[in-house]
């Protein structure tokens, strides 16, 4: 049997469909059934392939999505606005209210800050796609696997009734034998 033979034999006995109608994942499972490989682990989760502005984008996106940072942002807030109150008598703010600086460096951190966290976000989104897929390829198999040894307990199951049903049947001629040795030999003769 060539192996394009039993890739389409694995296909239709465990998906009900020939190997070349299969979608690329399905095949994917199937092959590695036939080659009987463990699934590994998909090399595009386990690679950094980011670059260094792909690895800024995800600590901006870390530590802007952090408590530690809403605690230090308010920290730095409610100091800028303290010592520009506090100065406001001696003549000496930099930013007096309504802190229109504030305003603007808050706006320019949120214009700037609001797309990196989005690349961070999108980069992290299709790591998950990816991870899905092959969580997706991991249960198929397993699922495959499974159905597989159900398959081959079942034969075996047979296999072991037919060989007790004809083992019995032997036991029962015998038996049959034996009783009607021992009814001739019991009845009187004439």
Known sequence: MTIDDRLDQLSRELLNEPYRDLNDVQRSVIDLIAAEAPTGLNKALVSDDRTYWDRL??????????????GGFSAVLLAWIALNVGLKPFNLSFDPYPFIFLNLLLSTVAALQAPVIMMSQNRQASK?????????????RAELEIMHLHAKLDALRDRDLAAISLHNA????????????LTARLEPRS
């Open 57 to 70: 984008a995800d600590k901006v996106a870390a530590v802007g999505g952090s408590w530690g940072f809403i």
């Open 128 to 140: 998950d796609r990816q991870n899905a897929e092959h969580d997706y390829v991991v249960n198929l």
């Open 170 to 181: 032997e036991a029962l001629g015998r038996l049959e034998a034996q009783m009607a040795a």
